[in-house]
């Protein structure tokens, strides 16, 4: 089990994760890589050379090579635990391989995500996502991010279910309706849910969360007003 994971909430469940570019990987281990390099060829060189400096060419290929391998897997490491997690409830930016560091936002707050993506990174599929709260400022901001399309459609996508959720809304539930049965007409329709309480923040909330939804066109006027009214009813 990941680090996300164990921090889920009961009911979370994670819709996309995605990870940096390698390129970011590359780029990080430069040094690290050239260093490596100059150890490889000090090795070579100092087969032919006589003391002193044999020894000093073959210690400086040892502490660079030694050296570079261990901040080499430093570094994949590093690679390796950072991602990004979005989940039905929120997006969550992880990093970190001993001291762990968790930024994460709730899809609720989430206006709309910034995608800024070079020809460079178009051909090879990576770009900057700038998540937004409702201020238009941003939050985080997903460097070099492995199809920042596909995660940006992705949590756009669950904010939007999870407005529907809050609002009560499920246009996938099939119908309740009386089917007969022989001669018998057996009735299918389940009793109404206990109505519950709801706190003055909370319908604040949804109202505005239903608000916004009539606005976009994912429902009616006339069904803003329905649920308005079961909201301010449970007050």
């Not at 040892?62 to 050296?67: C, D, N, P």
């Not at 985080?140 to 992705?154: D, G």
């Amino acid at each position: 089990m990941g680090y996300a994971e164990r921090l889920m909430s009961t009911g979370e469940r994670i819709v996309h994760r995605e990870k940096q570019h390698w390129f970011v990987f590359v780029w990080g281990a430069r040094y690290t890589i050239l260093a490596l390099i100059i150890g490889l060829i000090a090795a070579v060189l100092q087969l032919n050379l006589s003391s002193p400096w044999k020894e000093v060419f073959g210690w400086a290929a040892a502490i660079l090579f030694v050296g570079g391998l261990v901040v080499l897997g430093w570094t994949i490491l590093r690679y390796i635990n950072q991602e990004y997690v979005l989940t039905n409830r929120r997006v969550m930016q992880v990093e970190g391989v001993l001291n762990k560091k968790l930024v994460d936002s709730s899809l609720e707050k989430i206006n709309d995500a910034v995608l800024t993506q070079s020809v460079f990174g178009r051909i090879f599929g990576f770009g900057d996502l700038e998540v937004l709260t409702a201020s238009d400022s941003a939050i985080t901001k997903f460097q070099m991010l492995v199809q920042p399309v596909r995660f940006k459609k992705a949590m756009l996508d669950a904010k939007h279910e999870y407005e529907q959720d809050i609002a009560g809304i499920h246009p996938d539930a099939p119908p309740l309706r009386n089917e007969p049965l022989g001669d018998e007409t057996v009735s299918t329709t389940l009793p109404p849910p206990p109505t519950v309480q709801l706190t003055q923040d909370e319908v604040t909330r949804t109202l505005n969360s239903l608000a916004d939804l009539r606005d976009r066109g994912a429902i009616s006027a006339e069904e803003f007003e329905r649920k308005k009214a079961d909201l301010l009813a449970r007050l």
